[in-house]
């Protein structure tokens, strides 16, 4: 059995509790272990860009440095994802935050982005495989036409976070295909629902959704998934649309057979 580090994040301790269940479950039945540090802290949520600025990535690279005594750090939200995987990108091709990192922290050795950073996608892809996957699958979505939705943080930057190609990607689809669903391609999945400006401009946001949706809905998808906690949030509460939204590891864990169908 494999090891990895697994970040789960603020919010999956609190509103997207199955995004991280669901996920934990799932990587068990598949013979991953997922060991959480101690004492994580916040990752920041949105990464500050500035080199010469490292404070708001402490908490980020003290989760980085756990997860080199495993074979990698596994997140499942969008944006700690973005902002680890980001963290480590630069950290990894700049001394000087490399040296300043280790006097905040009062490391022996500099960090220097060592660790292997997946988002659990990557885990299914790259770790587990989905041929793998599609041979442990005792539920299969079999008929459901399931869109995927990106979003802004999970493919954006491309050249940090090098998942997928960020205009034409098809990890989550390849994932649908392994649970045994057909995959429906529509012009909005990676493009944003407006979930950060919900506070500040609530009828962009709620255009955003509803643009996101409708697109799904006229491609002839019976529900939609996601790894963001904020977009599922903002599909669900600022749409007009009353297709289904689902985080993808409640898919996962029901097609191994692992929660109750009440997709039906």
Known sequence: MQTFTYYPGCTLRTKAKD???YARSSAEALGI???EPENWQCCGG?????????????????TLIAGKDTDGLVTVCSACHNVIKQTNYDIARNESMQNKVKQYLELDEAYTGETTVYHYLELLRDVVGFDTLESKVVKPFKGKKIAA?????LLRPSKALAMDNPENPTIMEDFIKAIGGTPVIYAQRNEC??????????????KRSNAVMES???MGADMIITACPLCLYNLKKNSCSEMPVYYFTELLAEALGLKENDNE
């Open 46 to 62: 949105a990464y500050t860009t500035a080199t010469n600025e490292v404070a708001t990535k402490l908490s980020a690279v003290r």
């Open 149 to 153: 939705y990106y979003g802004c943080l």
């Open 19 to 21: 995004l991280d269940t």
């Open 216 to 218: 799904a809905e006229n």
């Open 193 to 206: 629902c407006g979930g950060y400006i919900t506070m500040e401009d609530k009828a962009q946001a709620l």
């Open 33 to 35: 272990a997922l060991v």
